[in-house]
């Protein structure tokens, strides 16, 4: 029954539903327009500060580019020779475009250059201190406002100091209108309501945004002297408007860059903002108040009608809830038109969770391969309104799928679906155990077919042995075409053993024997008698359990499996060959040889003869593998090695240890001399050419021979001592082979003691450079000098270049030596007159390391010489090992004015093909020449030499010449320069500045 409310109730219940509505809406008009004013005002802010740092950095940006240009142009080599018309070409090729004018003055302020372009009026006079700050700091200057001479235009002046030996020898000054500074803060993003000025460090107004040309020259009102970095201001501008700015000070220029708004356009759409919301807010309130009054009243009629019925009803579903609870499947109720679930018991919700209400959410949770038929079999359902079943997998809340049985009817009122009932009956485990059961009978089948396995049994009472098909194809025992898979071949013990090995036999019946006696498994494996195609013998491996009497313990019968294991072996055994065997030539490897060389050792002492240990190493391979590519290394290596088994053969055995390094162990020695007999076959035979793909190689190899018992009693012992062997074959010159002598050792030792010395002496500065004077016959004069390293060893002494120079290029050691030297060299170049050049050797390793280019310009600009005054000396070394990298490098070098000479011209073996790949400047004949020039056969080469370089335009220098009689001789030969002992021997630096010195004033004389 109903109960009546009191008026007065309502009344208060009405008001208060209208203030639920009333004072949220006000309380968010309120709350809105103070968060669009803080916005508001944070927008403002970001914006200003990031259009001024955009701003200034995009004036920094603009200076430092033009000022970059203008270092660059400073760096002219015309401004060296006082070439004021090339220079004046190279700056309108470089500022044309930008549109500024340059003049070239220098500092007593007379003009040189002027490119008068279209802001080109000459400039103004620069400031006596910034003259002085740029001879000071030797850095660019940047003006203020200033005004042009003649056509009175504004303008801001950028000037560079031209430094040449640390002196100011120009000052390069360039003028740029205002108004280009007026374009950078447009391009920066500075737009109405915003505007932008940029003041100079007195305040003055270079540029602004808008009404730029009337505003240049005025004091700017927001320029701060006394704050060197950024803030605010807010007053008056010159139109009477009231203005707030954001200033920033500009490090690089000292101008102050500022951003401001009209106070006035940023308030008005607040204004307007603020009104429009206290309007809506107020609207808002009245249509609240209207409506919520009857809306009420019909809730509370509504509610009334409702209450009898919902009493009668919750009781008749409680029954119900609790009868579909207590079943076993899941039960849900589906709307007709969507299929949502209305309702659903315990079983359900436990399965599904709280996510499983909606149809599409249940049909989420169906496997991927149910799901289509799924939504088919709903389909069709819907369509006819009649119920269906199907089986199909479900996800329970916790991921889990499991089968269930579905049945879905439809519920009909008045004939039409209006609903339908669903079950779900959980069927997993009746799936899974009917699984199981086929899984588990087909087991052993799918397991044999799998492992290739074949099922045998023996009856030991009857001795027949019946096999599968798989079995007997394993022995080579035919089957029928109408034998199937699950077929039997029958034969006897008898027959079965003339199917195997008889070598394997004895071995297969020991073990069934054991097996018996022990009544345990057995497991072995045997050849069968049939080999496969190319005589390979196929292996079997064979699995067996015994069945024995319980009460007599007798063998009844052995069932087992038969398993072709040739593959397995086959592999194994190329594993094995492979882990002591190398892959690319197929020659033992370093374990091979090291189990080899142990057992030519204990072989020997029990007696057995004499044998040695041969190293080799090849010569120029890298160069074959650089030149022609890795494929045509590996392939020369596989002839190397060819060549080396057909020389060695029978004899004994050659490993290939890595890389060009090989390594021959030589058995059964009548003699010694039978070891070195053999080392020279093995040189004559690497020194005929290989043929790689149309290319012809050649090389060479170096071998150290080490002979058992006398050089060692024990494999380390005797391989450590040919490898010193093979150290001395390559000091003495390659292409030979050396026998281990006593004191090779030592001498082994006291190499690699002096390479420790030397990275010490690199480190702290034990080496100096001595100049040899060359002397220029056409002038008289000393034409350069050659820089020659000297080493003074604290405790050997002066140690002579050809001693450490080598151990340098093999160690690696004369890149930094190398360096050292180009910049000491140029460093005392600095000191002697501009027309002296100095000459650096630089070893073939430097050009095979990255970095000389590099190396060679900081040392020309460390010096501050020109690059034609430097002479880089190289031999023809240098070309074999990648000729072409290597030009192309001495082509780069010789584009920056660096001079390349030959060195030791004619005692390598192609200089004449050289001259034609690389036009170098000077050719160096070699001092063996200058000894022998009263010989006709040399005067004539020299001659010769001589009319090659005067054709080519090449200078010719004779080295070593110690007589007078050798002077006059290399003089009416034509050579150009000489060098040698009879003008000087290699001075100190201080000395070589004396000389140069001394030798101009002679010239001069």
């Not at 359902?381 to 329970?396: D, K, N, P, T």
């Not at 050659?654 to 390094?661: I, K, P, Y």
């Not at 050009?847 to 880089?872: D, N, T």
Request: aromatic content about 8%; charged content about 25%; glycine content about 8%.
């Amino acid at each position: 029954m109903s109960l009546p409310i009191p008026t007065r109730s309502l009344v208060l219940y009405a008001i208060a539903f209208a203030l639920a509505l009333v004072v949220p809406t006000l309380i968010f008009c309120a709350v809105s327009t103070r968060q669009w004013v803080t916005a508001e005002q944070e927008r403002y802010q970001a914006t200003t500060i990031d259009l001024i740092k955009r701003a200034a950095d995009e004036i920094d940006r603009f200076i430092e580019a033009r000022i970059s240009m203008l270092q660059a142009l400073a760096t002219s080599p015309a401004l060296d020779g006082g070439d004021f018309a090339r220079f004046d070409q190279q700056g309108r090729d470089l500022l044309e475009a930008e549109g500024i004018a340059v003049i070239l003055r220098d500092p007593a302020g007379q003009q040189r250059v002027n490119t008068r372009k279209p802001f080109g009026t000459p400039l103004p006079q620069t400031p006596a201190d910034a003259d002085r700050i740029m001879a000071e700091t030797k850095k660019p200057y940047i003006s203020d406002l200033t005004t042009g001479h003649i056509l009175k235009l504004p303008m801001v002046v950028l000037s560079v100091p031209v430094i040449r030996a640390d002196k100011l020898l120009y000052i390069l000054d360039a003028s740029m209108h205002p108004l280009v500074f007026a374009d950078l803060l447009q391009r920066s993003g500075v737009r109405a309501p915003y505007f932008g000025t940029i003041s100079d460090r007195s305040g003055l107004i270079i540029a602004r945004s808008i009404n730029s040309s009337s505003m240049i020259g005025q004091r700017a009102r927001c320029f701060s002297e006394h704050n060197p970095g950024q803030g605010t201001w807010s007053g008056m501008d010159a139109d009477g408007h009231r203005i707030a700015v954001h200033f920033l000070r500009s490090s690089l220029s000292g101008w102050q860059v500022s951003i401001g708004i009209d106070e006035a356009a940023l308030v008005a759409p607040l204004t307007r903002s603020i009104g429009l919301l206290a309007g809506l807010g107020a609207f808002l309130a009245f249509i609240a108040v209207a409506v919520s009054l009857p809306i009420l009243c019909r809730m509370l009629d509504a509610q009334r009608a409702a209450d009898a019925a919902t009493q009668s009803y919750a009781e008749a579903e409680a029954r119900q809830r609790m009868l579909a609870d207590a079943l076993p499947q899941m039960v849900w109720v589906m709307s007709g038109d969507r299929g949502d679930a209305t309702y659903s018991n315990r079983q359900f919700r436990t399965f599904y969770g709280p996510h499983g209400a909606t149809r599409a959410e249940r049909f989420r949770r169906l496997h991927p391969e149910d799901s289509p038929r799924f939504v088919e079999a709903w389909d069709a359902a819907r369509a006819v309104g009649q119920s269906y079943e199907i089986e199909a997998r479900l996800c329970r809340r916790d991921g889990v799928y499991r089968w269930h049985k579905l049945i879905v009817i439809p519920v009909r009122r008045d004939g039409e679906v209006v609903e339908w009932l669903g079950t779900a009956l959980d069927i997993d485990d009746i799936l899974t155990a009917r699984r199981q059961l086929e899984e588990t009978t087909d087991l052993l089948r799918l397991a044999q077919e799998a492992a290739e396995a074949g099922l045998w049994e023996w009856n030991v009472q009857t001795g027949i042995v019946r096999h599968s098909p798989e079995s007997a194809r394993m022995h080579g025992i035919p089957v029928a075409p109408e034998v199937g898979s699950d077929g039997v071949v029958e034969m006897t013990i008898a027959e079965w053993e003339a199917r195997v090995c008889p070598d394997d036999l004895p071995q297969v019946w020991r073990g069934v024997r054991q097996a018996i006696e022990q009544q345990s498994t057995y497991s072995g494996e045997f050849r069968t008698a049939e080999p496969l195609p190319g005589g390979r013998p196929r292996w079997v491996q064979v699995f067996a359990r015994g069945i024995f009497d319980e009460e007599t313990g007798e063998a009844i019968r052995f069932v087992g499996l038969h398993l072709d294991t040739t593959r397995r072996k086959e592999a194994e055994a190329r594993i094995e060959h492979m882990a002591l065997h190398d892959a690319l030539t197929g020659l033992p490897n370093r374990t091979f040889f090291r189990d080899r060389l142990n057992d030519e050792v204990a072989r020997m002492s029990q007696g057995g003869g004499h044998f040695a240990v041969l190293c080799l190493d090849l010569d120029r391979f890298k160069a074959v593998n650089d030149t022609f590519g890795h494929p045509a290394g590996d392939a020369l290596l596989r002839r190397v090695a060819e060549r080396l088994n057909r020389i060695v053969r029978e004899r004994g055995t050659v490993a290939r240890l890595s890389g060009d390094e090989f390594v021959v162990i030589l058995t059964d020695l009548p003699d010694l001399t039978t070891a070195g007999t053999i080392a020279q076959e093995i040189i004559s035979a690497i020194r005929e050419p290989f043929y790689l793909d149309g290319c012809m190689a050649h090389i060479g190899v170096s071998i150290g021979i080490a002979a058992g018992p006398q050089d060692g009693d024990d494999a380390d012992t005797l391989f450590r001592n040919a490898d010193i062997a093979l150290y001395r074959a390559k000091e003495a010159g390659r292409n030979v082979f050396q026998f281990y002598e006593s004191g090779m050792d030592a001498a082994v030792a006291t190499r690699n003691l002096l390479e420790l010395d030397m990275r010490e002496a690199i480190e702290s500065g034990g080496f100096s450079l001595h100049y040899q004077p060359v002397v220029d016959l056409t002038k008289g004069g000393v034409g350069g000098f050659e820089a020659l390293l000297r080493w003074q060893h604290p405790v050997r002494g002066a140690i002579s270049p050809a001693e450490f120079i080598s151990i340098a290029e093999e160690s690696g050691l004369i890149v930094p030596l190398g360096e050292w030297a180009l910049r000491e060299a140029c460093c005392a170049a600095s000191s002697w007159p501009s027309d002296v050049r100095v000459a650096v050797n630089v070893s073939a390793v430097q050009f095979q390391q990255p970095g000389l280019e590099q190396s060679v310009v900081k040392a020309l600009s460390a010096a501050g010489i020109a690059p034609s005054r430097l002479e880089l000396e190289i031999t023809e070394s240098v070309l074999l090992t990648d000729a072409e990298a290597v030009i192309a490098v001495l082509h780069r070098l010789r584009a920056l004015g660096v001079r390349i000479a030959l060195d030791d011209f004619g005692t390598g073996y192609s200089s004449l093909s050289y001259l034609r790949q690389f036009p170098f400047d000077k050719i160096k004949i070699d001092r063996s020449f200058i000894r022998e020039i009263a010989e006709p056969n040399t005067a004539a080469i020299i001659r010769a030499v001589v009319a090659l370089g005067g054709r080519l335009g090449i200078a010719i220098t004779a080295e070593g010449v110690e007589t007078v009689d050798q002077l006059e001789r290399v003089r009416l030969k034509g050579c150009t320069e000489v060098q040698g002992y009879l003008f000087s021997r290699p001075l100190p630096a201080a000395e070589a500045l004396q000389f140069a010195q001394k030798g101009r004033r002679d010239a001069a004389a």
